[in-house]
């Protein structure tokens, strides 16, 4: 549209124009103000998250050498946003127990990345597509917390978790094996 909101709340341009097809995701006035708050903090809550990632990578990196951390080779000045901390366990069946018994500890995690062509919408035009890396490395992909508001000790109380659910995922597959 070529007239925005404000102006026709204040009685300006009685007439507009669509200059192409699309939807209605104007912010109303609330969240607009929500928004300009928000971005004031943004390069603060980002340097927050980029600091609580570093200390992922040294504490995970030392505990845990044989998970993979994605972003952990990418120099920090050219680092992403760090907007999540994705790790790559060894194997799916790891992740999926790693998720439930973090989540038995009290620690919130989430499953990213999964592949587009693996989305209904996507599988409804085209089923027949197969990207093995993409899907390998989907399955292995587990999200820890990673917020502006968490702490160094949060930080190194999710490492313990980690540790410690491994220690036990490890005891389960020692047990079945040995059963």
Known sequence: M??????????RPGHYDVTEFGFNFRFDDIRAALGLAQLAKLARINLKRKELSRLYNVLLSESEPDLVLPFASIPMEKAPSHHLYPVLFPTLEERNTME?????????????????????????????????????????????????????????????????????FASRVRARLTS
Not at 2 to 11: C, K, L, M, P, Q
């Open 100 to 168: 439930e018994l973090l989540r038995e500890d009290g620690i919130q995690t989430s499953i990213h990345y999964k592949p587009i062509h693996c989305f209904k919408a996507f599988q409804d035009v085209d089923s027949s597509t197969s990207l093995p890396v993409t899907e390998q490395f989907a399955e292995r992909e587990l999200s820890l917390p990673l917020y502006p508001s968490m702490t160094e000790s949060h930080v190194e109380s999710v490492v313990s978790a980690v540790k410690h659910c491994r220690s036990r």
């Open 2 to 11: 070529t007239v925005n909101s404000w102006d026709r709340e204040n009685g």
